[in-house]
């Protein structure tokens, strides 16, 4: 019975990590849930809040659930529960809680049999009692080496990702860097969204550290992108903090004081109190401040980080601090004071062992003594800096051990195999995906023909139309996974998220240079589709001067990347697809005539979910089918009131929208039979009922304000739940009250 707890809890912890804020919309009192799945339920909804950086309920929560677990059979409960309170304590940064609670799980998880836990637990004492990595490497030896001892994808993501933090805290960014890769993987793999953009944001620092800045960029990307689709605008933060990291290792200070400025602004946005972020984001700052010669600003900075760091008591960040204080007073000629800061500094990590802090303080106590013209105290500090660098490296060398290296290689070429078994996946769940076009009607079942159609004849390009949602990439994949290119890349472009400058080089790609402004070479998209399809989605976008270049790409089979000679040849398949009307886009002169002609020797139209509302059965049985495998639900029985219902709705998204809707009802409102009345839990079905006409045909304030009266009847009136619930600061929510004349309770 605690095994099968247990296996519940890591479930639902996996369901909140796909999206923390669609979990804690979960009611689980008002659900037929039982006191153990309740139970279960919030722990992982602790967790979902410190996600979500709301520290003090998820503190409240967790230290509730503290109390009712304590004397319970379930100790491994009470560990994953305890991991939860110790991070807390830490965003927090309450030290003294954080120590409190890591000794206890440290002491406590000795009992437990669960080997995975036990892992985490001595992960997790290593990250928070900050001790010199020459004092733990023997710990994080031992934890590689007993990785595969975390086979549930949670634990493994957890493990990876921590051992990652362990190396980044000791500098060992190239070792930090394979354990978050391999931690993302597993991300990627279970579909854990917040897992992976927690490790994007963590990825572009950690890459920043060790010049690996195209890889960086792209995980900033990656990172935009999640945040986007999670909403959760509390991560440019920390995403925009790492990324002036990055700027900063590229030797671009302006750059960086501009997203250090960003990632604070995105803080104070968000309304939410990160004393520790915030001092972080100061330091950062005033030291690039520092390198820009700007150092009365810096120094701004650095007493505000200072007033923070000296409420919360931490002494080794202070005297950190303060070390870098004193570079801004040397900066300003304030010699007395920045020489006291320095030896006070060096006095601190001498007296407690932390030799790689006393060698960086004391390289600036030289540097003082340089800019002061003081050469003989200025030599005897170099001297005393060149024993220190020995005794160090003799301590290092003693302490190092094979182990942990040979583990990490074994633990990258196993996340390799899971990432390229993970590939192959994909693409099958791709074709799989693609035969599920489905339909009965008239209408569908043209569609399909003319896929198998454009499957069959290669040199063929094909035009899809349809409005958005209704399924253009789904078809395109159709056709691809169709003809005897099966298993040639399949490259999906969206034309409408790049920059008007870049198409060519985003195309035809581009050699490093001068000419083209790029560090290395720049492999485009016709090349990276090679002998298999290149699908263009939303080609109305296209810029007039690259409908000339690709037309003449088309006609020629070749293109010529930016910066180079020689010609490669144009050997893929070309699928288009708009949501336009070719017709206007014509008329209104931004889209050639002949480049069109060239593009729609097959052309394609889906109708919209409106017009063939009898497929609308087939298509809900398709994804139920999937989403009871993957929920591990059984499958629903859908009574006739369920699809009259649906019927009555005009499906503005389409296909994805009611893809959406059927997976909101799986992962939100679950019934094991569906009838009409399951709706009601579908906001945009309401907003439906009382418009009698397509959601984007109203006036989105009148929107907004019915989102506002609905979340505000749900919560009692009750604004600061009703805030939860739309996903806003209880302030906008306020803002928006007032603007409606509508009413609330406090």
């Known amino acids: 019975m605690l095994k099968d707890l247990l296996t519940e809890a890591l479930h639902q912890f996996l369901l909140?990590?796909?999206d923390p804020v669609i979990y804690l919309a979960i009611d689980e009192r008002n659900g037929a849930f039982t006191e153990d799945e309740i139970l279960v339920i919030r722990i992982a909804k602790a967790k979902a809040l410190l996600s979500l950086y709301h520290l003090d309920e998820a503190l409240k929560l967790a230290l509730q659930l503290r109390e009712e677990l304590r004397g319970g059979n379930c100790l491994d409960l009470q560990m994953l529960n305890l991991l939860t309170i110790i991070r807390i304590y830490t965003q927090k940064g309450d030290y003294r809680s954080q120590n409190s609670y890591t000794d206890e799980a440290y002491i406590r998880v000795k009992s437990s049999d669960n080997e995975a836990l036990k892992l985490l637990v001595s992960s997790a004492n290593i990250i928070y009692q900050h001790r010199e990595l020459v004092d733990v490497e023997s710990q994080v030896d031992e934890i590689a080496t007993n990785i595969d001892q975390a086979d549930h994808p949670y634990y493994r993501y957890m493990l990876l990702n921590w051992l990652g933090s362990i190396y980044v805290l000791r500098g060992r960014y190239d070792l930090a860097l394979s354990y978050q890769s391999a931690a993302y993987d597993v991300c990627i793999q279970h579909q854990l969204s917040i897992g992976a953009l927690e490790l994007c944001?963590?990825?572009?620092?950690?890459?920043?550290?060790?010049?690996?800045?195209?890889?960086?960029?792209?995980?900033?990307?990656?990172?935009?992108?999640?945040?986007?689709?999670?909403?959760?605008?509390?991560?440019?933060?920390?995403?925009?903090?790492?990324?002036?990291?990055?700027?900063?290792?590229?030797?671009?200070?302006?750059?960086?004081?501009?997203?250090?400025?960003?990632?604070?602004?995105?803080?104070?946005?968000?309304?939410?109190?990160?004393?520790?972020?915030?001092?972080?984001?100061?330091?950062?700052?005033?030291?690039?401040?520092?390198?820009?010669?700007?150092?009365?600003?810096?120094?701004?900075?650095?007493?505000?980080?200072?007033?923070?760091?000296?409420?919360?008591?931490?002494?080794?960040?202070?005297?950190?601090?303060?070390?870098?204080?004193?570079?801004?007073?040397?900066?300003?000629?304030?010699?007395?004071?920045?020489?006291?800061r320095l030896k006070q500094a060096a006095q601190f990590y001498e007296k407690h062992d932390k030799k790689e802090a006393l060698i960086r303080v004391t390289r600036n106590i030289g540097y003082y003594y340089q800019m002061r013209g003081d050469y003989l105290n200025g030599f005897a500090t170099l001297e005393k800096l060149d024993r220190l660098n020995t005794d160090y490296i003799i301590a290092l060398?003693?302490?190092?051990?094979?182990?942990?290296?040979?583990?990490?290689?074994?633990?990258?070429?196993?996340?390799?195999?899971?990432?390229?078994?993970?590939?192959?996946?994909?693409?099958?769940?791709?074709?799989?995906?693609?035969?599920?076009?489905?339909?009965?009607?008239?209408?569908?079942?043209?569609?399909?023909?003319?896929?198998?159609?454009?499957?069959?004849?290669?040199?063929?390009?094909?035009?899809?139309?349809?409005?958005?949602?209704?399924?253009?990439?789904?078809?395109?994949?159709?056709?691809?996974?169709?003809?005897?290119?099966?298993?040639?890349?399949?490259?999906?472009?969206?034309?409408?998220?790049?920059?008007?400058?870049?198409?060519?080089?985003?195309?035809?790609?581009?050699?490093?240079?001068?000419?083209?402004?790029?560090?290395?070479?720049?492999?485009?998209?016709c090349a990276k589709a090679g002998e298999g399809t290149l699908f263009l989605n939303e080609i109305s976008v296209l810029p007039m001067d690259f409908q000339a270049k690709l037309m003449q790409?088309?006609?020629?089979?070749?293109?010529?990347?930016?910066?180079?000679?020689?010609?490669?040849?144009?050997?893929?398949?070309?699928?288009?697809?708009?949501?336009?009307?070719?017709?206007?886009?014509?008329?209104?002169?931004?889209?050639?005539?002949?480049?069109?002609?060239?593009?729609?020797?097959?052309?394609?139209?889906?109708?919209?979910?409106?017009?063939?509302?009898?497929?609308?059965?087939?298509?809900?049985?398709?994804?139920?089918?999937?989403?009871?495998?993957?929920?591990?639900?059984p499958l629903p029985q859908i009574q006739d009131s369920f699809y009259e219902r649906l019927n009555e709705y005009s499906f503005p998204g389409n296909v994805r929208e009611l893809k959406n809707t059927i997976e909101r009802i799986f992962i939100l409102h679950y019934k094991p039979i569906w009838t009409k009345d399951i709706l009601n839990n579908i906001d945009a079905f309401n907003l439906d009922k009382k418009f009698s006409a397509s959601l984007v045909e109203h006036n989105i304030q009148d929107i907004d304000k019915i989102r506002i009266v609905e979340a505000l009847r749900k919560s009692g009136g009750k604004q600061k739940t009703a805030a939860k619930l739309l996903n806003i600061s209880e302030s906008t929510l306020s803002r928006r009250i007032k603007k409606y004349k509508l009413k609330a309770k406090k």
């Open 397 to 525: 060398q003693q302490s190092h051990s094979q182990a942990s290296d040979d583990k990490l290689k074994e633990i990258i070429r196993d996340s390799r195999a899971i990432k390229a078994k993970y590939d192959q996946l994909l693409n099958e769940i791709s074709t799989n995906h693609a035969a599920r076009f489905t339909g009965k009607s008239k209408a569908a079942k043209r569609v399909i023909d003319s896929a198998v159609l454009a499957s069959m004849y290669r040199e063929a390009s094909v035009l899809i139309r349809g409005e958005s949602g209704t399924g253009k990439e789904v078809l395109a994949r159709m056709i691809h996974y169709g003809s005897p290119e099966k298993n040639q890349p399949f490259v999906s472009v969206n034309c409408a998220a790049i920059t008007p400058a870049l198409f060519e080089i985003e195309f035809f790609g581009g050699a490093a240079g001068k000419f083209t402004g790029l560090a290395e070479d720049h492999q485009g998209f």
């Open 16 to 18: 909140m990590l796909r």
């Open 553 to 633: 790409a088309i006609d020629t089979k070749s293109f010529v990347p930016a910066g180079k000679e020689k010609a490669l040849p144009l050997s893929c398949k070309i699928i288009a697809s708009t949501n336009k009307d070719t017709l206007q886009i014509l008329s209104k002169g931004k889209f050639r005539l002949d480049l069109l002609h060239r593009l729609n020797t097959l052309e394609i139209d889906i109708p919209p979910l409106r017009e063939r509302k009898e497929d609308i059965p087939i298509i809900v049985e398709s994804l139920a089918r999937g989403l009871a495998r993957e929920t591990n639900n």
């Open 201 to 340: 944001t963590e990825l572009v620092g950690t890459c920043a550290n060790i010049a690996k800045h195209e890889m960086a960029e792209h995980f900033y990307d990656l990172g935009q992108r999640l945040i986007d689709q999670l909403r959760l605008p509390i991560f440019e933060v920390e995403l925009n903090f790492n990324y002036a990291i990055l700027k900063d290792k590229q030797d671009d200070p302006k750059a960086a004081v501009m997203f250090y400025q960003k990632s604070l602004k995105a803080l104070q946005d968000s309304e939410q109190e990160l004393p520790l972020l915030l001092f972080d984001i100061y330091n950062r700052l005033a030291d690039t401040l520092n390198c820009l010669k700007l150092g009365s600003q810096a120094l701004h900075y650095q007493l505000k980080a200072e007033k923070i760091v000296t409420k919360l008591g931490y002494s080794e960040r202070q005297v950190e601090l303060s070390a870098n204080i004193a570079m801004s007073l040397i900066s300003l000629t304030q010699w007395d004071e920045a020489l006291a």
